[in-house]
């Protein structure tokens, strides 16, 4: 069996990528070599700082020694919750990210408080861009600001942003490349400002509902009045019937479709009616139903054996995956 010393750089490059930064760092101490390797800019392309009370002064030593033009995607937290003395996240750090890191296309951020923060500071080539529990200003989202700002937008996950309400949905048109939307616990998101909101969105590919307290049926209304070339759904099954489910008939460009559990009501569609639903839709590849509990029980046999030519996915609810930047 090789040891360390003999496998060869690209291993050791592999097996270090999965080490957390902290370790990464400890680690260039052990030789040379190891640190030759630290150094590589490859194993500096995804970089998760979450898992650590990250205070600025060391987040700008982690961007001028290791983060380069090989960062392609970071995940980093604020601290919302640590008292009004805590250290935030400075609109100075934000542009450097995006001076210094040019390739950076994913950025997450979680539990910050950027209220204080100007979108315009955000880096100009981000693609993704991911809010947790985080606080935004008012006037990040609003149409009137500089249609410029972000142009390469792709997708924008809003996770318990409690600031997140109806005009800004709005106000999300003026990311132009924008083509995928998660919404989830966005609590202020009324039924009327979706509607709204998707009738100017109506050039979205992929949406996602997830804990709002939105009902299924009404969700599922607009998207069908809406978004008639929307490849991908998921939702959370709260309130959702047969004949809501039903608006999605003949949608053309459908290809995947997700209910999320675990509400589950009387109301709730049975197999034979989902069944029913989906062959209407005639480009449905994937249908995945998750925290339903009907795994290895009659209604996945109904539906993989009525859905020959798609994929039928039913499980339980899965754990967020460790590979975030995939």
């Not at 100009?124 to 937008?153: F, G, N, Y």
Request: hydrophobic share 40%.
């Amino acid at each position: 069996m090789a040891t360390l010393v003999e496998l060869p750089d690209s291993v050791l490059l592999e097996i270090f990528s999965y080490l957390p930064v902290r370790d990464r760092i400890r680690i260039s101490r052990v030789c040379h070599r190891w640190k030759r390797l630290v150094d590589d800019r490859w194993l500096w392309r995804h970089v998760d700082l979450t898992l650590y009370t990250m205070r600025p002064k060391v987040m700008w030593h982690l961007l001028r020694r290791y983060m380069a033009s090989r960062l392609h995607s970071l995940r980093m937290g604020g601290y919302l919750f640590s008292g009004s003395q805590a250290p935030q996240l400075s609109p100075a750090l934000l542009r450097a990210l995006g001076q210094k890191c040019p390739n950076l296309k994913r950025l997450c951020l979680h539990v910050a408080d950027l209220s204080m923060v100007p979108i315009t500071s955000l880096p100009s080539t981000l693609r993704t861009l991911e809010l947790h529990s985080c606080e935004i200003s008012m006037a990040w989202l609003h149409k009137q600001q500089d249609p410029t700002v972000l142009p390469l937008l792709e997708c924008i996950v809003l996770d318990r942003v409690p600031a997140f309400r109806d005009e800004h949905l709005q106000g999300l048109t003026r990311f132009r490349a924008l083509r995928s939307l998660v919404l989830g616990g966005t609590y202020r998101v009324t039924e009327t400002g979706l509607d709204a909101g998707l009738q100017e969105l109506s050039y979205l590919q992929r949406l996602e509902v997830l804990g709002c307290t939105l009902s299924a049926d009404s969700t599922l209304l607009a998207i069908s009045r809406h978004l008639r070339d929307v490849r991908k759904i998921r939702l959370t099954v709260r309130g959702l019937s047969a004949p809501g489910l039903a608006v999605l008939e003949g949608m053309p460009a459908l290809e995947s479709l997700c209910l999320q559990g675990p509400l589950i009501t009387p109301e709730m569609p049975s197999p034979t009616e989902i069944l029913s639903s989906c062959l209407t839709m005639p480009k449905l590849r994937v249908l995945e139903l998750q925290g339903l509990g009907w795994e290895g029980q009659e209604a996945e046999k109904i539906l993989c054996k009525g859905l020959p030519h798609c994929m039928v996915i039913v499980r339980a609810c899965p754990k967020e995956s460790m590979d975030w930047w995939m």
